[in-house]
């Protein structure tokens, strides 16, 4: 099968409905995260000081990220321990007429012997245990998908601990709680090898999670990573939560605003999931020949105004449980505005949103609107 993502050409096998197959691996649900990933390499290298900067796709399966990168000038190793994968990687990077190398090995291995530019994970699931060999190998920048959204959200729980040495909670900011639990668990592991690892990029789309880290080798950068850190303290009942900085938790006794008792997450990232100049810097980036370049517009805008808060509302849950009809996004966050509160949009859906105010505050200001 014929599949053109941005300017390239490639040869894909049919996949197997049931998802469970021999043929080399392809999702072209993925084209929005591989689109974005070409924005962001061609940031990386309008700031980078060298030319054709090295990349590393550890898990190229058909090489559709990998023939990308090389496509956008970078030098490009594209790495997969199937035979089958690494011949297509092969064919592919042919078809378009491109110089890359191709390794059949085990990533693991590979990064622990070269160094990269930038390190790109993308493997069936969790990408834990291929992230102290991309922090030991990547110079710049470290890109991590992870498709098990079960147990990093919570709905897993005890898969969620095992893969992230964290606790994750099943809240309705789901998605949130999953980025931060991958965060927390990537900084702890970079912060091993005195090497800060700081989100400049993050998305939570179509069951998956997405992030880019910068790296820094400097052991006072990785105290500081360490530092942003900490616990989330929900509880179900009234949905109030607070968020407490350190690697110890001191979870209050009760709930504060209505006695119930509170559950903990953590450790989870508290600090910010993006930079907002790399942020602008990757929407310079996107161009029409990005197939998804409307939605890539779209995440960046949203990303670009959205508060630094560790975690989100959605507007029709709180007016379901408040029985009230929702209004549009604007009023409602105008409403919340105008009482003196922070309020912006939120990445994870059309009507989530962040605030400073407190379920009540929001009750109460929203009222009305
Ligand atoms: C989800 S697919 C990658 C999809 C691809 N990046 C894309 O954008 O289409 C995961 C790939 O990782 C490969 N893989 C799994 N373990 C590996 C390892 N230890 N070393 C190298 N590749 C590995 C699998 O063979 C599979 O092809």
């Not at 991590?144 to 095992?162: I, K, M």
Request: charged share 25%; net charge negative.
């Amino acid at each position: 099968m014929h599949v053109t993502e941005g300017d390239v050409e490639l040869v894909v096998p049919e996949q197997p409905e049931s998802g469970v197959g021999d043929a080399v691996f392809f999702n072209p649900v993925q084209e929005f995260n591989r689109d974005l990933t070409v924005a962001v390499l061609r940031a990386h290298e309008a700031a980078a000081d060298r030319d054709r900067p090295s990349y590393l796709d550890a898990n190229a399966a058909t090489g559709a990220r990998g023939v990308r990168a090389a496509n956008a000038g970078y030098d490009a190793t594209l790495c997969d321990h199937d035979p089958d994968a690494a011949t297509l990687c092969r064919e592919n990077l042919a078809r378009n007429d491109l110089d890359a190398q191709v390794k059949e090995r085990n990533a693991n291995a590979l990064m622990h012997e070269e160094r990269f530019d930038v390190v790109d994970l993308d493997p069936f699931g969790t990408p834990v245990p291929f992230a102290d060999a991309a922090f030991r190998s990547a110079a710049d920048l470290v890109c991590v998908t992870a498709t098990d959204t079960a147990p990093l959200c919570g709905a897993h729980r005890e898969s969620g601990v095992r893969s992230y040495s964290a606790l994750p909670q099943n809240t309705e900011y789901h998605a949130e709680m999953g980025l931060r639990v991958l965060l927390g668990a990537l900084v702890r592991t970079a912060a091993r090898y005195d090497v800060a690892a700081t989100p400049v990029l993050s998305h939570v789309t179509n069951h998956y999670v997405r992030t880019y880290l910068s790296v820094s080798r400097r052991a006072t950068d990785a105290n500081a990573a360490i530092d942003e850190l900490g616990h989330i303290h929900h509880c179900f009942s009234c949905l109030h939560r607070e968020s407490e900085t350190g690697l110890i938790a001191h979870p209050p006794d009760a709930c504060p605003v209505c006695g119930e008792s509170v559950a903990t997450a953590g450790p989870v990232w508290l600090g910010r999931t993006h930079d907002t100049g790399f942020v602008d810097r990757v929407r310079k980036q996107v161009t029409g020949e990005l197939g998804t370049a409307s939605r890539a517009f779209d995440l960046l805008s949203t990303l670009d105004d959205e508060l630094h808060l560790p975690t989100h509302y959605d507007q029709h849950r709180l007016c379901r449980r408040w029985s009230r009809s929702a209004n549009a996004m604007d009023e409602f966050l105008g409403s919340l505005r105008e009482a003196g509160y922070r309020a912006s949009r939120a990445q994870y859906g059309g009507t989530t949103f962040k605030t400073d105010a407190t379920v009540e505050a929001i009750e109460a200001a929203t009222d009305g609107a």
